[in-house]
């Protein structure tokens, strides 16, 4: 695992646009899993506009989603698959052949994961997977103490995820569950860049990081990952020691 600490969330976030960036330079048939939140959007707006500004061709990359809340409409502005468009794909002028969300009715959950697993599949796994890191270390929605075995599935929201994720909201939403791809999928990804900024990031980034590794910190298993690279902004990585 690589470690890089920036002196701000924007030198973060352009850092991170360029790693995205130079992934797809070099693969432009790349299959990119990501996350939605605060964590990543301003590097998905600087991704976008080196993308726009260099001319890069875009025609063969593959695009998933890491997760969406269950039973929350595609367009409610708080959805993954809002956040997704809004800044992603409609952006990039992407085809709908070039990206595959999940589906939040909680009455198909069971077909719409098994439907993400193969496509990801198909296309031979996960080139990059871009991530960010709940205040209790989940990853996309494994929460402290998921499977390290599960592939995509629904996943029961600890209460501060349910209280923190109200924040995408634009009125008060009921949340209870959400669909992810499994840390099986996180592991297997062939390049996995965490980012995390802000001084509310900074105790579960030590914990992560200096604490024991395993999935009752999700996040703590990037030191595992061959190809994992943690991304910080100085708050986020206050606390850690040397
Ligand atoms: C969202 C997701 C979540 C967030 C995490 C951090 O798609 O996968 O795991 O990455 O909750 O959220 P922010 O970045 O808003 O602090």
Request: charged share 20%; net charge negative.
């Amino acid at each position: 695992m690589k470690l890089e600490i920036y002196p701000n969330h924007e030198e973060q976030s352009q850092a991170a646009a360029l790693l995205m960036w130079e992934a797809v330079h070099q693969k432009p048939d790349a299959v990119i899993t990501l996350a939605t939140g605060d964590s990543p959007k301003r590097a998905y707006q600087l991704f976008i506009e080196k993308v726009l500004g260099n001319g890069t061709d875009t025609s063969q990359l593959f695009f998933t989603g890491l997760d969406e809340w269950v039973d929350v409409s595609p367009d409610n502005p708080g959805s993954c698959h809002y956040f997704l468009h809004e800044h992603l794909f409609q952006p990039l002028k992407l085809s709908s052949a070039q990206y595959h969300l999940f589906s939040s009715d909680s009455s198909k959950a069971d077909s719409v994961c098994a439907q993400m697993n193969q496509v990801l599949a198909s296309r031979g796994g996960i080139d990059l997977m871009v991530v960010g890191v709940g205040v209790n270390g989940h990853i996309g929605f494994n929460e402290p103490g998921a499977s390290l075995d599960k592939e995509a599935h629904v996943a029961d929201l600890e209460p501060i995820t349910l209280q923190i994720g109200q924040k995408y909201f634009d009125g008060k939403t009921a949340i209870r569950q959400g669909l992810t791809l499994g840390l099986k999928q996180v592991m297997a990804a062939k390049a996995l860049l965490v980012l995390a900024n802000g001084e509310k990031k900074a105790t579960i980034i030590h914990k992560a990081l200096q604490g024991e590794i395993g999935p009752e910190v999700p996040v703590s298993l990037v030191r595992q990952h061959n190809q994992g690279i943690v991304m910080l902004d100085e708050a986020a990585a206050a606390l850690l020691k040397n």
